[in-house]
Structures are given as structure tokens and as C-alpha cells.
């Protein structure tokens, strides 16, 4: 989401080769609100400009005729990371038009014709900052509306047909898209495919009539639209969805509207333990409709427990009117993406479901942004998490206190500990306590072994959502690890008297068993267990956490009792177990229990760290025959991995051959920048794939322009462009 250009908080550079043109664009372009408004005369000043400076909007004439043009920027836009929040727009002649297929295809975002007068400019930029805003700040859909423009005007239907079906899948249920997608189909000769989709919109939004009648008016004059025999389509790209509802009434309306968008397969259940039992059975819904108060399982115990089955992904609609004012931190904290009140009308269902899905794959409101994050963090997708993050911390109607939360919980997925503490105190001076906050300082106190800390935070957090079984088994590991085993099993049973049957709540009881010593009640609890790598993971966290602390033997005990509660039949994890002892041992100098322990580690065939294991025994082996010790490189260690990393002392190296690295370092950056740039992100750039080719566009492209991203040494100094904003070029 382009938020800069909503703020008015780009830098602006205007070109031409007119000075009288540049002034004219730049008053213009001031009077709508932007401030920052620079000018130069062609495209090679702008790009030593842009060198120095960070350019967001670029305002340029085609240049068709020069090596420096509009084609060779846009080549340079969505290859060179340090330009790709460049948004650029065309000044065209009505001779240029052909070459504008091609200049979307780089990532052109719009185009305006020439000449102009102050008076068509104004009109123009005033309509193009509406467009905007009606896209949402999405350069995507921006641009579409141009190319989609051009693509008329140029009689190219079956590219537009294609670019429309492209844009689809960038905004899933977008019924107003649907509809711009059966015009080309119409003008394509795919008449009762259109037709299929005109209706299917119909039946679904009512309040869209008034376009399908301006459709049907101009494109399919005389055609009788009661007469349709073509099939619907799947407008939100979602193969199965669960409806959790006791009203039988209220689960056929969702069913009906779930059915006319094209849903594949919709399971209807009336109570939450039809619902889970269905989740256990088969592969997580795209999308769960539920009730708060649903019979046998209630609607919470059901969130969690389909969460619990993997479902944590998959975005949740509480279709409800008993929450209440109480429930809504719990609501939030399970990261509902919606609530939607009974009693509801068509049009607001239809909605819901279509701004949740759209919420979900392309977050832009906070709240979404949010959740998402916090999802991709937990399955560490951390460089998917990177682009979101830097959306939301740049968007300035967001408060600094719950851009650090999120810098807080960034630290604690990373391993950072003390950053996500300290984040997470700065979080509440700016913005309060919330659940959030409170949860993420217990989680980050508990690595530090803070734990009367942690507990206070968790305390204060679950007497703003009691129902949180996670956070009371966290509880109970808490007073476990100080010592309290009969506040622990207290917690459990209350734990328990919520939900029996919950996995996590094994989990909890498998810990604190292992801690305790009772290895045999633990290794019968972690016979039941769907996952028993959760305990293992948690208990290696533990000792890693007690290294750190110089508590190097308490981990290794504690790793001890861990291998001793893992049943037989999971050799695997035994292996695992026994290369992370290896490790604390070599952690304190003890190379002899090392190697045995690496020694039963290569014993356990299908263990994934055997391979490692068995590089790493030479090591140790080499280090006892010779009498020299090995140390282990400081890292963050994640969940469920091994404990850390050996190295020896290694010669240093040149500093010719450190540069040599950098510039490789550099170079692969660029190259993964480009590479993760997904449909999308540059307006159509990688969503519309041009067939216009002439000698003209072919001309354009020859050879390649410099560009060489670098440092200003003082602003006032940056190729004269403060001169040229200040005098207007």
C-alpha cells in the first residue's frame, strides 16, 4: 500500500525539457498537498539525482528518441532494489501511445497526455489522486485502471482479458473486478462466460445492478440476461470452508452465499465436536464461519482446538451477536480476523467474507498487517514477515507504541530476548498494557529465566482472557521451574476443567513431569501426544537458556531426563537429543562425554542430525588427539534446533579477500531483492505481460543506462537538485 502518496510525503521529481512545463508541474503538483517538488530537464539528470536522492514519484515525458528514456528507468525500477519504491508516470503524446503497453509491463503506474494546461493538468492529477484512493493506495490496481484504459483505446482485448485474470488473483472476490473481467470476454467473443459472471455478481451484491446495467447497455445491447447457461467461477480461490453454527437458518444463508462465490466443497456443522472431529480427519479450511456459543464444544475450546490441529493459518470469521465486551481480547488474541454481528444482511456477509480473504493475502489495514505477521512468525517465514513489517512501521496513522510491539515480537522470533524485552517496555509506556504486550514479555522473561517476572505478566494477561489455555500451561511451567509442583498441577487441573481433552495441556504435564523427574509419567504422557517434538523442542530451549546463564550441567541433566521420557519408538528424536548433549558438553570442555554422546547419536540411523553428528565426532575426535579444545559459536538458538555451532580458529583473512565478500554479500542482495519481488508489489510489473513489439519500443531498450546508487556527502550538494526545486529548474 502506497501510504506515502495517501500522506503526501514523497519526494517528487518533475521532468522536461521545458522550463516553463517543469514550473507548471511543480505549482500543480504543491497545490495538491505535496511539498517536496524538485524539476530537472531530462532523464539523465534525474537519474544522477536519484543517485543521491530517494525518489518516490517520478513525472517524466517518454524521452523516446534518447539512450536515457522512459523504458530504460522502468528497466532500472524493477531490477535495482534501492529504486523499487519508485513510483513512475508517463507524459505522453498521442503519437506515444503504442509504447505504453510496454511501460506497464516494467511497472509504469500511470499515464497523462500532452500537452496540458494548468487548468487539464489540475483536473488530471486531481483524478489521478482519486484513483488512488479508490484502489486503496494499491499501485496494482492504480495502474490497472490506466493499462486497462490503454488496452481499449488500442483495441487489444485478448491481452486486456488476460491482465484482468491476472489482477484476479491479486484481489480475490473483487466483485467490481469480476465485472471489468466480463467486458473483454464479451469483446473476445466469450459471450455466455460472461454472461455467467454478470449474473453470478448479480445474485451475490444486488447493489452492483446499476454497473451491470451500464455493462449490459453498452457491451451486450439486446441480450436477454435471464437466459444464462454458462458456469459461475470461484471468485475467492477458496477449496473448502467450515460453517460452525446452531441456527440451521443462519448455516444455510452462509452456506448459499459461500456456494454463489464458487466455494468447492462447504461443510456445515451445528455443534464444535462435528466441527473438530472433521478438522482432525481432514486438511485445514481456507476459511472457518463460527458461532461464539455453539453446543458440546464451545465456540473458544473450538478455535483452539482447530488451532491445535494446524488450522492456525486459516482466517476465522465470527459470525456473532453473544460476544462480549469481556470476550474481545481473547477474540484478538486468537487472532480473529473478522467479526461480523447477527443479525446480518446478505450484502454485509458477502462483504465480510470477501475483506477477509483480501485482509489475508494482501494485508493492508492494521490490524490485518498485524495478524498476519504474527502468523508468518510462527511458521518463520521471516523474509515474507521483513515486507509486511516495513509497510507497517512506514504507515504514520499507526502509533509508535504498537509499531514496538511489533519490533518486540520481531526480536523474540529472531531469539533476542533482551530486545524483545526491552521493546516490549518501551511498547507499554507508549501504548498501555494489552495482552499482546503482556504475552510477549512472559514468553521473553521466561528465556531469560526471569520467571517471577514473566509470571506477573502472565498472571495480568490471563485475567484479561481466563479462557487461554496456552498461557495457564505457561503458567504451570512457570511454578514448575520455581519449585512449585503443587501450584503447577493445580494450574493443570483448572487447565483441564476448561479442556480434558487438550493436546497443549498434555504437553504442559509431559514438562512438568520431565522436570520433576518423572520421567516415566512423562514418557506415558508423550506416548499420547500428536507432537511430541513441542516437549522436546521446549526442553532444549530450557537448556540452551541455562548455558547461557552458566548453568551448563542443570542443562545437560535437564537434557537427560528429557531423552529418558522419549518413548522407544521415536529413535529420531533420541538422535536429536543426544547431538544437542554433545553440544553442552563440548560447551563445558568435556570432549570425552561429547563424543559419546555423539557416539549414541550416529547409532540412531534415522536421526536428521546424523550426517552432522558424524562430521562433528571427527572434530571432537581430532581435539582429544591433539589436546586442543573447540568452542561454540555465540548464536540465537531456534526452537526445535540444535544447540549451537562449532568452530575452530581459522587464519584471518586478507583485506582484499573481506572486500571480495562484501561486494559478493552485495551482490546477492540485490540479486534475492529481485528475485522476492512478487506480483503486485510494483504496480502491474510482473501481473501484465506485454505483446506489443515495434522497432520504436525495440530502439529504446538497446544498450543499458548507468545508475550507481550512493550516499549524498551533504544534501545541499546532491547534483544541484535543492538549486533546481528552488528556482524551478
Not at 30 to 48: C, E, I, M, Q, Y
Not at 266 to 294: M, T, Y
Not at 464 to 470: I, Y
Not at 585 to 595: D, G
Amino acid at each position: 500500500m502506497d501510504i506515502f502518496f495517501r500522506d503526501r510525503v514523497v519526494k517528487v521529481l518533475v521532468v522536461d525539457p521545458s522550463g516553463a512545463s517543469r514550473t507548471l508541474l511543480s505549482e500543480v503538483i504543491r497545490s495538491l498537498g505535496f511539498t517536496d517538488v524538485n524539476g530537472v530537464p531530462n532523464l539523465k539528470d534525474a537519474l544522477s539525482f536519484m543517485e543521491v536522492e530517494k525518489v518516490r514519484w517520478l513525472i517524466t515525458p517518454v524521452f523516446s528518441d534518447q539512450h536515457e528514456n522512459l523504458l530504460q528507468v522502468l528497466n532500472l525500477y524493477n531490477s535495482v532494489p534501492d529504486l523499487q519504491q519508485l513510483r513512475v508516470s508517463a507524459l505522453v503524446e498521442e503519437t506515444e501511445m503504442d509504447v505504453l503497453p510496454a511501460c506497464f509491463e516494467r511497472g509504469l503506474l500511470s499515464y497523462h497526455k500532452k500537452p496540458f494546461t494548468k487548468d487539464s493538468l489540475i483536473h488530471e492529477l486531481k483524478d489521478f489522486l482519486q484513483r488512488y484512493e479508490k484502489s486503496n493506495w494499491q499501485s496494482s490496481a492504480m495502474a490497472g485502471s490506466y493499462l486497462r484504459q490503454n488496452l481499449t483505446n488500442l483495441g487489444l482485448f485478448e491481452e486486456l482479458l488476460a491482465f484482468e485474470r491476472q489482477l484476479l488473483k491479486l484481489s480475490p472476490g473483487d466483485l467490481g473486478q469480476y465485472l471489468n473481467l466480463a467486458v473483454p470476454m464479451i469483446k473476445t467473443g466469450k459471450i455466455d462466460e460472461a454472461k455467467a459472471i454478470i449474473s453470478q455478481v448479480k445474485k451475490i451484491d444486488s447493489s452492483l445492478e446499476g454497473a451491470i446495467k451500464q455493462i449490459c447497455a453498452t457491451h451486450l445491447p439486446g441480450e436477454d440476461m435471464t437466459q444464462v447457461t454458462g458456469t459461475g467461477m470461484n471468485m475467492l480461490g477458496l477449496k473448502t470452508a467450515i460453517i460452525l453454527d446452531s441456527d440451521t437458518s443462519i448455516r444455510t444463508e452462509i452456506q448459499s452465499a459461500l456456494t454463489e462465490m464458487g466455494v468447492e466443497n462447504i461443510h456445515s456443522f451445528e455443534d464444535g465436536i462435528s466441527a473438530h472431529e472433521h478438522i482432525k480427519q481432514h486438511n485445514n479450511p481456507d476459511l472457518i464461519l463460527q458461532e461464539w456459543r455453539v453446543p458440546k464444544l464451545t465456540g473458544p475450546l473450538f478455535l483452539q482446538r482447530a488451532q491445535e490441529e494446524g488450522a492456525k493459518a486459516t482466517p476465522v470469521i465470527m459470525v456473532s451477536s453473544l460476544i462480549q465486551k469481556e470476550d474481545i481480547p481473547f477474540v484478538r488474541e486468537m487472532g480473529v480476523a473478522h467479526t461480523l454481528q447477527k443479525p446480518f444482511q446478505r450484502k454485509e456477509l458477502v462483504q465480510s467474507i470477501i475483506w477477509t480473504i483480501q485482509q489475508d493475502r494482501q494485508p493492508t489495514e492494521q490490524g490485518s498487517m498485524e495478524r498476519k505477521m504474527r502468523q508468518l512468525l510462527s511458521e518463520r517465514q521471516f523474509d515474507e514477515a521483513a515486507k509486511i513489517k516495513e509497510r507497517y512501521i512506514a504507515d504514520t496513522t499507526i502509533n509508535i507504541g504498537s509499531k514496538e510491539l511489533i519490533e518486540a515480537e520481531f526480536a523474540y522470533a529472531s531469539g533476542d530476548n533482551e530486545k524483545a524485552r526491552d521493546f516490549g517496555i518501551e511498547a507499554i509506556k507508549h501504548a498501555g498494557e494489552s495482552i499482546f504486550i503482556l504475552n510477549l514479555l512472559g514468553k521473553a522473561l521466561i528465556n531469560l529465566r526471569e520467571f517471577e517476572t514473566a509470571l506477573k505478566c502472565f498472571q495480568k494477561a490471563q485475567t484479561l482472557a481466563p479462557l487461554n489455555l496456552e498461557r495457564l500451561c505457561q503458567i504451570a511451567e512457570i511454578h514448575s521451574e520455581l519449585g512449585d509442583t503443587s501450584k503447577a498441577n493445580e494450574i493443570l487441573e483448572e487447565a483441564k476443567d476448561i479442556d480434558p481433552d487438550s493436546q497443549r495441556v498434555m504437553e504442559a504435564e509431559a514438562k512438568a513431569a520431565i522436570n520433576n523427574g518423572e520421567t516415566s509419567v512423562a514418557k506415558k504422557i508423550m506416548a499420547q501426544l500428536k507432537a511430541m517434538e513441542n516437549v522436546v523442542a521446549y526442553m532444549n530451549n530450557r537448556s540452551v537458556a541455562l548455558a547461557r546463564c552458566g548453568m551448563i550441567q542443570e542443562g545437560i541433566e535437564g537434557y537427560k531426563k528429557t531423552l529418558e521420557a522419549i518413548p522407544d519408538e521415536r529413535p529420531d528424536i533420541k538422535g536429536i537429543v543426544h547431538y544437542n548433549i554433545a553440544f553442552a558438553h563440548v560447551r563445558a570442555n568435556q570432549l570425552i562425554e561429547a563424543r559419546t554422546s555423539l557416539e549414541q547419536a550416529i547409532q540412531h540411523k534415522t536421526s536428521k542430525t546424523q550426517v552432522r553428528a558424524e562430521a562433528l565426532l571427527k572434530r571432537v575426535q581430532h581435539a582429544i588427539e591433539k589436546g586442543t579444545q573447540l568452542t561454540i559459536a555465540k548464536n540465537d538458538h531456534a526452537q526445535n534446533r540444535p544447540m549451537g555451532e562449532l568452530h575452530g580458529t581459522a587464519p584471518g583473512k586478507s583485506s582484499e579477500n573481506h572486500k571480495a565478500d562484501e561486494a559478493k554479500e552485495a551482490a546477492k542482495g540485490k540479486v534475492l531483492a529481485v528475485v522476492d519481488n512478487k506480483p503486485g508489489d510494483m504496480a502491474c510489473h510482473m501481473v501484465y505481460k506485454s505483446s506489443v513489439h515495434s522497432a520504436k519500443i525495440t530502439k529504446m531498450l538497446e544498450g543499458q543506462v548507468r545508475f550507481n546508487p550512493r550516499k549524498a556527502i551533504e544534501r545541499a550538494e546532491s547534483m544541484g537538485a535543492d538549486k533546481m526545486a528552488a528556482t524551478g529548474g
